[in-house]
């Protein structure tokens, strides 16, 4: 059984548009989170939902929106997609931050690229 | 300076050696440490996980933690080819929301 889900697996778009991407976990999480991760393979935290509330918002530009359903489900929508999204987005979750587990489990990741 | 800093590499090791990797943080308040492995177009998946300080060790790898050096390592012994991947190392505070994460040390271990 997958832990963390992640699709599509593979995104190649134009400039401009919009595009979304979606992420489960089956493993009774309260946390999950969104991470890009550059071409020199640097994992940088987006954001952060515990119990579908949003408790990190990283300085990432508007266009990127994050939303929670239900504490399984975290997805990220990204309106008029630009050069510089092209990049690695990888989903994680883990045990509830306020008891203090901190390691995260990560989806497969998404690869987007824009043309 | 960062929080996190890790020597992206590459490190390139024969096969049998014993790796040594290494990750130094500036804040002390950091309690939770992690090693990632990363296989070329995959996610992170943990390896180890060490709460505070002292050292833990599974099979092959062992992570250490000096908290009053700010430093961690995380040993490979008979490394094998199949080991050949990113490592990176990560850690967080208790109760803090944010988990910082290395560059990644890119380790190749030849046959």
């Known amino acids: 059984d997958t832990a963390v889900s992640q699709t599509p697996k593979y995104l190649v778009t134009q400039m401009g548009n919009d595009k979304s991407i979606k992420c489960e976990q089956n493993l009774g999480h309260d946390t999950m989170y969104w991470y890009k991760q550059d071409s020199k393979k640097f994992l940088k935290i987006m954001f952060s939902?515990?119990?579908?509330?949003?408790?990190i918002n990283e300085t990432v530009p508007n266009r990127f929106s994050p939303k929670s359903p239900d504490k399984a489900h975290l997805n990220l929508h990204i309106n008029s997609l630009e050069l510089g999204d092209s990049a690695v987005y990888f989903c994680?979750?883990?045990?509830?931050?306020?008891?203090?587990?901190?390691?995260?489990?990560f989806g497969p990741g998404t690869r987007l690229t824009v043309l | 300076q960062k929080e996190v800093e890790q020597d992206p590499g590459p490190l390139s090791v024969p096969e049998g050696a014993i790796v040594s990797l290494n990750c130094t943080y500036s804040n002390s308040a950091f309690q939770y440490f992690m090693w990632y492995r990363q296989y070329s177009r995959k996610g992170p998946e943990l390896l180890m996980y060490?709460?505070?300080?002292g050292n833990k060790e599974d099979g092959r790898f062992t992570a250490q933690v000096d908290k009053s050096s700010k430093y961690i390592s995380l040993f490979i012994r008979d490394s094998q080819p199949s080991d050949s991947a990113t490592y990176l190392c990560?850690?967080?505070?208790?109760?803090?929301?944010?988990?910082?994460f290395g560059a990644g040390t890119r380790l190749f271990v030849k046959a």
């Open positions: 939902y515990n119990n579908k509330e949003l408790i």
């Open positions: 994680a979750s883990s045990q509830d931050k306020t008891s203090g587990e901190q390691v995260q489990f």
């Open positions: 990560a850690m967080s505070a208790t109760g803090g929301f944010k988990t910082i």
């Open positions: 060490t709460y505070s300080s």
